[in-house]
């Protein structure tokens, strides 16, 4: 068997979290791959609206094993707060999540310097969640940092100690003032419960599954456009959001990956600094914000809006390697009379189709195709056939321009509002 990836192609909260739930049925195992509690996953169902940040979205079907992969850093806070919501509503973590032993840590000192390098940026910050993020991974490849395998080292006090004098050093360079000890309470309590879980080698698990004949679905964080390489650097975040990234996130091989669902919005979002060509800073934009309820998940920020980028959404299906698009909030567009498509940009006196090494506003001007817009509510379709023609041929739209089929088409934040499409027979396949 090959691990199946299921990933973000924008700037995140595309809607990743509700797919995964749907998804999870057909899945054995669901494995998060990268990131940390910046991610804010949404599921419904039942009436019931659940946002996750480090467990992974398949949590709540009892067939399923959950795996949070050694690319995730955790924070042991958000984590327990996380676990005691769960238990609350009546699942069974202890039984269904695995944790990686070499997932890293995110103390309370790496948010601390999150906090204070965002701050010392003034303007130019960067949008963080403030989650430790960046200072966590820089540990990481800065060979710092602590695993969730070293909380079982009789030494894991000093180790955490020692760390926290690097930070402090670190905070004052930044002459920031904090209460560590306020904070540290909480950290030990969620380092308890960490021990208290099933910790496991995740690249030995995912393998042996795979070779068993096990399915594995690997869940993204951010999108592709917050990739540390690929994205709009230094606007982004610190880990690989790609599919390279369930690879070095999870321990499996590149020849191991089957499917790659490339997950994006009917038009774009971007929560945080940095550049957005097609952002409508109009009442376009706002009605897009209102109707698609876009406020973060994870911080209630308010998310930026625009039409749909096709040479961004190009790049994305390349460096992942996209096999199936799923096409989220298709509801949202409804109402519009004409609905925008980049097609392509204006850059230095030439169209280009790609995605150029800056995407600034002075560097690119958007150039829009106009196609027709629908009038229809969506939200309670419950048949690919209903969809109104003018959604078919955005759809088929998308299909040709990029070459890979858009399989599902969502049109609610609910587990049921979720249509399957048959992959269109002509839709080329992507070399
Ligand atoms: P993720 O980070 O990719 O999992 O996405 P988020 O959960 O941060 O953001 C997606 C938001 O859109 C959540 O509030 C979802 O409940 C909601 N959502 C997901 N799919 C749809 C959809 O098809 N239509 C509408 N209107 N909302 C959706
Ligand atoms: P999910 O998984 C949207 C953005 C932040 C900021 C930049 C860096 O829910 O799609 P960080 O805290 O990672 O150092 O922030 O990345 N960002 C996200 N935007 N969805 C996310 O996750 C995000 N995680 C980080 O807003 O611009
Ligand atoms: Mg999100």
Known sequence: MKADVL?????????????????????????????GPNAGHTLEFNGI????????????????????????????????????????????????????????LILPTHRLLDAASEKAKGKSKIGSTLKGIGPTYMDKTGRNGLRIGDIDNPKFTEMYEALVAKHAQLLQFYDYDYNLEELEEEWFEGIDLLRSMTHIDCEHYINQALKEGKSVLAEGAQGSLLDIDFGSYPFVTSSNTICAGACTGLGVAPGKVGQVFGIFKAYCTRVGSGPFPTELDNEIGEQMRQVGNEFGSTTGR????????????????????????????????????KIQVCTHYEYKGEQIHHLPYS????????????????NNDLTGLTEVESIPSELENYIRFIEEETGVPVSIISVGPDRKQTLHRKALQEAPVLD
């Open 359 to 374: 995407i600034s506003e002075d560097v690119v001007k958007p150039v829009y195709k106009k196609l027709d817009g629908w």
């Open 7 to 35: 990933l973000g192609l924008q700037w995140g909260d595309e809607g990743k979290g509700k797919i995964v739930d749907v998804l999870t049925p057909k899945y054995d195992v669901i494995a998060r791959f990268q990131g």
């Open 302 to 337: 308010s998310r930026r809006c625009g039409w749909l980028d096709l040479p961004a959404l190009k790049y994305a299906i390349q460096v992942n390697g996209v096999t199936e698009l799923i096409m989220m909030k298709a509801d949202v567009l409804s109402g519009f009379d």
């Open 49 to 104: 609206k659940h946002v996750l940040h480090t467990i992974p979205s398949g949590i709540f079907h009892d067939d399923a094993v959950n795996i949070i992969g050694n690319g995730v850093v955790i924070d042991p806070v958000i984590f327990k707060w996380e676990i005691s919501a769960l238990e609350k509503m009546g699942v069974d973590i202890k039984k269904r999540l695995f944790v990686s032993r070499r997932a890293h």
